[in-house]
C-alpha cells in the first residue's frame, strides 16, 4: 500500500507541478483521481473495477471542464 501511496504523490506532485499551482480545482481533483487510478492498475492490471472508476473520473473531468470554460467566458 505505501509504494501505490508514494505512486500516487509522485503523479500528483508532477500534475501540481507541470499546472504551476498547488491549488487545484474540481476539474483537478477529476484528473488526479484518474492518476490515482492509473497508478493502481499499474499494479494490477486485472483489477476490473478500477479501470471503471477510471472511466468514471474521465467523464467526469470532462463535463466539469466544460462547465469550468463556460464559466469563464462570461
Not at 504523490?9 to 481533483?29: A, F
Not at 493502481?40 to 467523464?59: A, M, Q
Request: charged share 25%.
Amino acid at each position: 500500500i505505501l509504494i501505490v501511496h508514494q505512486n500516487d504523490c509522485i503523479i500528483w506532485k508532477i500534475h501540481l507541478q507541470e499546472k504551476g499551482s498547488v491549488s487545484s480545482t474540481p476539474v483537478d481533483v477529476a484528473i488526479m483521481m484518474g492518476l490515482f487510478k492509473i497508478a493502481r492498475l499499474e499494479g494490477n492490471p486485472y483489477h476490473w473495477d478500477s479501470w471503471e472508476d477510471l472511466i468514471g473520473y474521465t467523464v467526469n473531468g470532462q463535463v466539469l471542464a466544460v462547465k469550468q470554460m463556460k464559466e469563464e467566458k462570461k
